[in-house]
């Protein structure tokens, strides 16, 4: 027998079933990750942090809700008195929404509680003659990625008006140096640059500067009155004229791709324009739309690198890295009366009408989401075949002379849906517009939950 060299033994080396060779050393064993839905909501309920064991279902949790959430809603009409129609709105938190009309009017609703708090307006540095005329209303609000500013029209529609958050302080207005018609849309590019798009066939970059509004408290002058500084716009950038209608070139959406630093901008002659965006803007193309009736409005998701453009009775997709575009437009259906909203949250759209309803649209799918229904209670819900619909309630509306000699005195007329906007966390949905006709005068708010 051999002789072993050295003071202890040395274990030969365990075998494998086959003989082939040893057997990997063993590895500490390490508790069983939970991974039921139910342990992960539970652990959310408590706080839990990170993803242990879990990654992706909060992805795929948004995926679920996203395609279910809409056939749950229910409507409460929220009462908004006399005010004219409802043209932009922006959660602020979760329970206050900041809207704006064609009457003028910067508000904010409590969705609680339904109390409206009516923001003052900044005015231009020129005399009030100067002024274009109110009667177009405020069109855009947008917040800034973190939520300190928000940016919409001032007294005069033709101006940029920044306001801090939450307090709502006014920060700064950029008028006579800027459009010299009605703002339509706005942009933000960063946390201190946003674009603006106007009816002059223009757009203009603004940069505010941060010292602006590194304080909590507005200036004021001897009377308490609040004061903020005036800007001009850093650059500002023509829409190039089409041969076919060379006035028709009014700048009325726009939306910002974050992930490419791209702006895509709708005029109205049927255009969609993207300019590169950095310290100043660079136009890359000009793409003539397939429907080139009333596009008024323009979203763009970022996982799917995608805008939507929303017609009077299309909604087309446009890559503008893809030649030939791969899916095809969706019709909405809805007696010509035109898309009047859009947004995008992951793989669905959210299309507002002019006819006072909300469409869903599977992008994926290429296709509506339906309605569910079951024959029997005992056998899952399973799609009805037919189109989901979220129809808006009634609003109010103004019976005045026009009404009565020009409508005939109709009694009900569905509200245009101008704006929407969603609060993910707490699964609700607010909604606003008012009567189509533009001579009408009324009003439509509801909180969809």
């Not at 229904?373 to 399973?382: E, Y």
């Amino acid at each position: 027998m051999a002789r072993q060299t050295g003071s202890r033994k040395r274990k030969a080396p365990a075998l494998a079933a086959g003989g082939d060779g040893p057997l990997p050393p063993k590895k500490p064993k390490r508790p069983a990750a939970l991974r039921s839905l139910l342990h992960y909501l539970k652990g959310r309920e408590v706080g839990a942090r990170g993803r242990a064991g879990l990654p992706g279902f909060e992805g795929k949790l948004r995926g679920y809700a996203v395609r279910k959430l809409p056939e749950l809603l229910r409507e409460r009409e929220l009462a908004l008195g006399t005010l004219n129609k409802v043209f932009a709105s922006q959660w602020l938190n979760a329970r206050q929404v900041v809207c704006g009309t064609k009457c003028n009017t910067l508000f904010v609703v409590d969705v609680q509680s339904g109390h409206i708090t009516r923001i003052p307006l900044m005015r231009d540095r020129g005399p009030a003659s100067a002024r274009a005329q109110p009667s177009c209303g405020i069109h855009a609000i947008q917040l800034n990625p973190s939520k300190t500013l928000l940016a919409t029209g001032g007294e005069n529609p033709n101006s940029l008006a920044v306001y801090q958050l939450p307090t709502l302080d006014p920060v700064c207005l950029g008028d006579r140096h800027g459009h010299k018609d009605w703002i339509f849309a706005i942009a933000w590019m960063s946390d201190t640059v946003a674009v603006s798009g106007s009816r002059d066939g223009t757009v203009a970059l603004w940069k505010m500067d941060p010292d602006m509004f590194h304080g909590s408290i507005a200036w004021h002058n001897d009377a308490g009155l609040p004061l903020y500084a005036h800007i001009r716009p850093r650059d500002v950038e023509t829409i190039p004229r089409a041969s076919t209608n060379p006035s028709n070139r009014k700048v009325r959406a726009l939306a910002f791709s974050g992930k490419n630093q791209e702006l895509g901008a709708v005029s109205l002659d049927g255009y969609f324009h993207l300019w590169k965006a950095q310290s100043n803007l660079s136009r890359l193309l000009s793409i003539r739309l397939p429907y080139c009736r009333e596009n008024v409005c323009l979203t763009y998701c970022d996982e799917l690198s995608l805008y939507a453009v929303g017609s009077q009775s299309h909604v087309s997709f446009l890559d503008p890295r893809q030649r030939q575009q791969n899916i095809r437009p969706l019709c909405s259906r809805e007696g010509g009366t035109g898309v009047r909203s859009l947004s995008f949250y992951q793989h669905i759209v959210t299309v507002g009408t002019g006819h006072g309803c909300l469409l869903f649209y599977d992008i994926r799918a290429q296709t509506f989401l339906e309605e569910r229904a079951s024959a029997s209670p005992h056998f899952p819900p399973g799609p009805a075949g037919r189109k989901l619909k979220l129809t808006c309630g009634r609003g109010w509306l103004n019976h005045d002379d026009l009404w009565v000699n020009y409508f005939g005195g109709i009694g009900e007329f569905p509200n245009a849906l101008y704006t929407h906007c969603y609060n993910w966390p707490e699964m609700k949905l607010f909604v606003a517009g008012g009567p189509l006709p533009s001579g009408l005068h009324g009003n439509y708010a509801g909180l969809w939950s």
